[in-house]
T-cell receptor
């Protein structure tokens, strides 16, 4: 039972263009969402997060949008750079004392110079 | 600030052997997670600790996997006996307890069972 879904296994984008990575979730108890970036042979590193009380959070080139009614979030990277090429994981925390952290399957982003 | 430390980085064992992984979380982090990441998939939660107590171990195959976090600091994950399908990267993560914030990951241990 995939509670966090990333339906696109891969995405290719030209350098300088916008990358949009999508994520859907099913559990309405999730109240905090995160994006992680992972390079080969390394652990995931935190990128950006958003609380369920917000609909947008921005950090430099990275913006996360949350649509609670649709149970959907997206990560926008503008402009995309070759160094952004990595696997991106969407994750969600179920609060209310649990703080269980659940991941999607990931989307491999390739930024083409 | 020191990050999450894991050892060993790589391990190759034969099926039916046992193996143990070690994790030292960031100092002061009350929550510790162990994840299994099979190639091409997302990290799957095996067990979550809050200090030295287990919060969630519903996806831990308890017939062969065990984990402990004595004294609420570092943790070990053991597999006994290992199966071929246990080949994966085992990731440890920690975060401050009882708050919505990011978890920090170690580099992981890549286990190959032959």
């Amino acid at each position: 039972d995939q509670q966090v879904k990333q339906n696109s296994p891969s995405l290719s984008v030209q350098e300088g263009r916008i990358s949009i990575l999508n994520c859907d979730y099913t559990n309405s108890m999730f109240d905090y969402f995160l994006w992680y970036k992972k390079y080969p042979a390394e652990g995931p590193t935190f990128l950006i997060s958003i609380s369920s009380i917000k609909d947008k959070n921005e950090d430099g080139r990275f913006t996360v949008f949350l649509n609670k009614s649709a149970k959907h979030l997206s990560l926008h990277i503008v402009p995309s750079q070759p160094g952004d090429s990595a696997v991106y994981f969407c994750a969600a925390i179920r609060g209310a004392g649990s703080y269980q952290l659940t991941f999607g399957k990931g989307t491999k982003l390739s930024v083409i110079p | 600030e020191a990050g999450v430390a894991q050892s060993p980085r790589y391990k190759i064992i034969e099926k039916r052997q046992s193996v143990a992984f070690w994790c030292n979380p960031i100092s002061g982090h009350a929550t510790l997670y162990w994840y299994q990441q099979i190639l091409g998939q997302g990290p799957k939660l095996l067990i979550q600790f809050q200090n030295n107590g287990v919060v969630d171990d519903s996806q831990l195959p308890k017939d062969r996997f065990s984990a402990e976090r004595l004294k609420g600091v570092d943790s070990t994950l053991k597999i006994q006996p290992a199966k071929l399908e246990d080949s994966a990267v085992y990731l440890c993560a920690s975060k401050p307890g009882q708050m919505n914030t990011e978890a920090f990951f170690g580099q992981g241990t890549r286990l190959t069972v032959v």
